[in-house]
Structures are given as structure tokens and as C-alpha cells.
């Protein structure tokens, strides 16, 4: 399985066409028309590890550098 898909050769193809595409320059002439950035990133991914780290009680975790153990230790942390 190749990112997700059983048939290689055409993900290889399609990863071949979508770097074609990304560098002609009448692609990079409409990107820069429409302002479209690539540094996009779907939020959700954020969104569900907020919500999973809220489920967790982190009250009883010590840290796990020895500096902030020896912090914790002395009241200091």
C-alpha cells in the first residue's frame, strides 16, 4: 500500500501529473493571481488532538526531564 492506495504505478503517475502541474508556469501565474498559498493546513487534526488532551487527567504525570524532577522535587515547580 502506497499512501493509501494498492495500484503504485498510478500513484506515481499522479504524484508525476501533480508535480507537472505545480511547476508550469501558467499554474504559478494563476496561484499568484488568486493569492493561493500551499502553507494551507487542514485545522481538524488540531481540533481532534485538542479534544483527546482534554480527556486526559495529566494531574499525576511527572515531567520527565531530570531538571524539572529535581524542580519538583525543592517545591519549585
Known amino acids: 500500500m502506497y ?16 508535480e507537472s502541474t505545480m511547476l508550469s508556469t501558467d499554474f ?4 499568484q493571481e488568486l493569492n493561493v498559498s500551499r502553507s494551507y493546513v487542514d485545522p481538524s487534526g488540531v ?5 483527546l488532551n482534554s ?4 494531574s499525576n504525570v511527572s515531567p520527565k526531564s531530570s531538571f524539572l524532577n ?4 525543592k517545591g519549585i515547580w
Open 55 to 58: 480527556q486526559y487527567d495529566y
Open 28 to 31: 504559478q501565474k494563476w496561484k
Open 47 to 51: 481540533y481532534r488532538a485538542n479534544e
Open 3 to 18: 499512501y493509501g492506495y494498492f495500484d503504485v504505478d498510478k500513484q506515481l503517475e499522479l504524484d508525476s501529473s501533480r
Open 70 to 73: 529535581f524542580l519538583k522535587i
